[in-house]
C-alpha cells in the first residue's frame, strides 16, 4: 500500500523542513554554547614540497575541469517526480558550462580555487615578506572550509550510492561512464 503522490510530496516537505530546523537548531545551540571562535589565519606550515604539492593539484585540477568543460559529448539528465506518473519526464542534454549544473564540478571549481590561492600564499609566505593580506588568509579558510567537507561528501555520495544504485538498476552503460578516468577523478 502506497501513499498517494500529493500525500507524498506533502511528507517529504515536512520532512525536509524538519530536518533544516534540526539542522538550524543544532548550529544555533553549539554557536550559543561554544560561541563564535575566529579561525587563526596565521597557523600554516609552509615548504616547498607543499608548494609544489599545491600547485600540481591547481594545475591538474583546472585542466581537468577544462577537459570536463570542452567534452563535446552531453551530460544527459533524465527528470521524473517520483510517485507521480501525471508528470512526463523530462529530458535535457548539457553541453560545456552548463555542465556546471552538478554540485560536483561545483566543488571541483572550489577546491581547484583553494589549491591556486594555497599555492600563491606559500610562496608569498616563503618570500620572506609579511603575511599575505587579511583579506587572502580569510579567502584560504573558508575556500578549506568548504572543500574538505564536500569531497567526502561527494566521494561518499558516488562512492556508496550512485555507483551501488545504478549497478543495482542494470545501468551498466551508465555504469561504465561512472568509472572512466574523469569521474572518477572528479
Same mark, same amino acid.
Given at each position: 500500500m502506497g501513499m498517494s503522490g500529493d500525500r507524498q510530496a506533502k511528507t517529504n516537505?515536512?520532512?525536509?523542513?524538519?530536518?533544516?530546523?534540526l539542522? #538550524?537548531?543544532l548550529c544555533l545551540w553549539w554557536l550559543g554554547s561554544h560561541g563564535l571562535q575566529p579561525v587563526e589565519?596565521?597557523?600554516r606550515v609552509v615548504s616547498w614540497p607543499l608548494a609544489c604539492?599545491?600547485?600540481?593539484?591547481?594545475?591538474?585540477?583546472?585542466?581537468l575541469l577544462r577537459?570536463?568543460? $570542452?567534452d563535446k559529448?552531453?551530460?544527459?539528465?533524465?527528470y521524473t517526480v517520483h510517485g507521480r506518473p501525471d508528470i512526463p519526464e523530462v529530458t535535457h542534454a548539457f553541453y560545456h558550462s552548463g555542465r556546471w549544473t552538478t554540485f560536483t564540478l561545483w566543488c571541483n571549481t572550489v577546491g581547484a580555487v583553494y589549491f591556486g590561492v594555497a599555492f600563491c600564499a606559500d610562496v608569498w609566505m616563503m618570500s620572506g615578506g609579511p603575511l599575505p593580506p587579511y583579506a587572502l588568509r580569510l579567502v584560504l579558510a573558508i575556500?578549506?572550509?568548504i572543500t574538505f567537507? $564536500?569531497?567526502? #561528501?561527494?566521494?561518499?555520495?558516488?562512492s556508496f550510492v550512485l555507483v551501488p544504485a545504478t549497478k543495482k538498476a542494470g545501468q551498466l552503460d551508465k555504469l561504465a561512464i561512472l568509472l572512466r578516468w574523469r569521474p572518477q577523478c572528479l
Open positions: 516537505w515536512i520532512c525536509c523542513v524538519a530536518l533544516v530546523c539542522t #538550524l537548531g589565519l596565521n597557523a604539492f599545491h600547485a600540481t593539484i591547481a594545475i591538474l585540477a583546472a585542466l577537459s570536463a568543460y $570542452m559529448l552531453p551530460l544527459v539528465s533524465k575556500l578549506w572550509e567537507p $564536500m569531497a567526502f #561528501l561527494v566521494n561518499l555520495v558516488v
